[in-house]
């Protein structure tokens, strides 16, 4: 069962563009959503994350935005550079009993066109 | 502050061979997680590894198994592999138990493991 669902599977944005990712979540347990990005041949970097207690979050030009309602949270990038092409992954997890344990979404693949 | 170093980057193997690889986390984390990421089903948690202890584990058969020592660093064992096992697999560490939440993990660069 999966319990982080992310699309769409692949975006092409224009460069100064909007990039926007969703993932809903199914286990109202979760309590941390990380967003990480991976460039090829990298590990995933965490590239900001959001508890449920706030709508959205901000740094720079990455944002999310958060439903708690819904089970819902997005990823905008503002002003998309080529820079930004990468995968994208959603996550969820839940501190409650100390797990660190990663629940991912199949990613994003996002390329930034000039 | 060196990251999270796994060795070997790339290996090749053939089916029924097991496998042994290797992470050494980020100085002064003693959480160890291992992440298998295949085109297909992504990135899935295997295990979590803190003070030498398993944690938390994964949907995963028996085969795949770890340990982690006492300076941290963590192995991760497939025995009688299957093709289905040729994947990435990386390794993360946290500061588990510190200000960091919970979500925050450090990546390695991965284990590119093929099996023929």
């Known amino acids: 069962q999966q319990q982080v669902k992310q699309s769409p599977q692949s975006l092409i944005v224009q460069k100064g563009g909007i990039s926007i990712i969703n993932c809903a979540y199914e286990?109202?347990?979760?309590?941390?959503f990380p967003w990480y990005q991976q460039f090829p041949g990298k590990g995933p970097a965490l590239l900001i994350a959001?508890?449920?207690?706030?709508s959205e979050k901000k740094e720079g030009r990455f944002t999310i935005s958060f439903n708690k309602s819904a089970k819902q949270f997005s990823l905008h990038i503002m002003d998309s550079q080529p820079g930004d092409s990468a995968t994208y992954f959603c996550?969820?997890?839940?501190?409650?009993?100390?797990?660190?344990?990663?629940?991912f979404g199949k990613g994003t693949k996002l390329s930034v066109i000039p | 502050k060196a990251g999270v170093t796994q060795t070997p980057r790339y290996l090749i193997k053939t089916r029924g061979q097991q496998v042994t690889l290797s992470c050494s986390p980020i100085?002064?984390?003693?959480?160890v997680s291992w992440y298998q990421q295949t085109p297909g089903q992504g990135l899935q948690f295997l295990f979590e590894?803190?003070?030498?202890?398993?944690?938390n584990k994964g949907n995963f058969p028996g085969r795949f198994s770890g340990r982690q020592f006492s300076n941290s660093r963590s192995e991760m064992n497939v025995s009688t592999l299957e093709l289905g096992d040729s994947a990435l697999y990386l390794c993360?560490?946290?500061?588990?138990?510190?200000?960091?939440?919970?979500?925050?993990?450090?990546f390695g660069e991965g284990s590119r493991l093929t099996v023929l």
């Open positions: 100085s002064g984390h003693r959480s």
């Open positions: 959001i508890r449920p207690d706030v």
């Open positions: 286990n109202t347990a979760f309590d941390y």
């Open positions: 590894y803190f003070s030498e202890t398993q944690r």
């Open positions: 993360a560490s946290s500061s588990r138990g510190q200000s960091l939440p919970a979500g925050e993990l450090f």
């Open positions: 996550a969820a997890t839940y501190s409650g009993a100390g797990s660190y344990q990663l629940t």
